[in-house]
């Protein structure tokens, strides 16, 4: 198939540092060329993919230095450019949220929209309604739960390729956290828990100028102690050695996550994962064998204590048979094949590779 990936513009593709879905679209686009599909990427120009790179913008907009510069200008440009090229491909699949919906009804049925972030948000549910035409996929259960009246199609966890994380059977006694400091992702939690487990915690984790009063003013005061070592913002070069060397990675969100990339990232790498009974997280780790899922600060601390009983080949292995790049492609292929089928088919809610 002749497959258009629209990938957002606000990082490179895969992310140089911190970054989620671009990263998933990344492995996307190559798994699916690995299957021998025809794939263009729609992204920013310092990409690396085994696609076809259509660049969109010089670099992406996040780690650009240029003060002033305009997410919606850039975006509104690669939509024009993928409308204007849209008959060359069987498919067009679209990870930029709902902001090609004016612009592709006409051939929303040769079109596939996965959703990435959360949607308990006011004025979603209004255009969604407006918009009803467009095939829709979750990543999680949980993320359809504001929208039950969408057009759902199916719900694809995120898929990651297994080369970069590489299993690491024998951990350090450190536990981890990854990902950004927020108010959400409670790193507040993490530290305490790790002060009252008695073990070291070390996190890497970027700070937003959204957050940064939260940080300065929350989060800097704990860092404090002998048990806890903040390293910042890493990228994926650095990211297999530390999730694999942790005993296990903390995440003790406190919001609706739609899936938690880091999850997989540490299984991957066969470290375990102690997450809050929260958002996708059930749908992600199965209890008692590639993580614990727990309530309370309480129930983590004990987790933390009984989570070396876990076989970290088993974690590895629940992450190649449920989160592999391959699985999540050939996943996509099968939608792909009921749009180019069938036009605009009616919702049948496949879900894949779920926990029980």
Known sequence: ?????????????????????ERVVAHLANALVDQGHEVTLFASADTQTRAQLAPMRAQALRLDPAPLKSDLASHLSMLHEVRRRAHQFDVLHFHVDLMHFPFFEDMAGRTLTTL???????????????????????????????????????TIPHGLDETPYAFQPKPHGYLAFLGRISPEKRPDRAIEIAKKAGLPLKIAAKVDAADASYFAQKIKPMLDHPLVEFIGEIGDADKAKFLGGARALLFP?????????VMIEAMACGTPVIGWRCGSVPEVIEHGVSGLIVEDEVQAVEA????????????????????????MASAYVEQYKRLIGGGVLPPQDHVYHEAA
């Not at 513009?9 to 970054?19: D, F, H, M, N």
């Open 253 to 261: 969100i406190d919001w609706p996550e739609p899936f938690g990339l």
């Open 116 to 154: 990435h972030g959360r949607l308990d948000i006011a004025d979603l549910p209004g255009a969604y309604m407006r918009w009803s035409r467009y095939p829709l996929v979750s990543i999680s259960r949980h993320q359809r739960k504001p929208l039950p009246f969408a057009n759902w199609f199916a």
């Open 304 to 327: 933390v204590r009984a989570i070396g009983k876990l076989d970290r080949r088993r974690v590895r292995e629940a992450f190649e048979s449920r989160f592999s790049a391959h699985a």
């Open 1 to 21: 198939m002749k497959i258009a990936q629209i990938a957002p513009l606000y990082e490179a593709v895969p992310p140089r540092l911190y970054g989620g879905t």
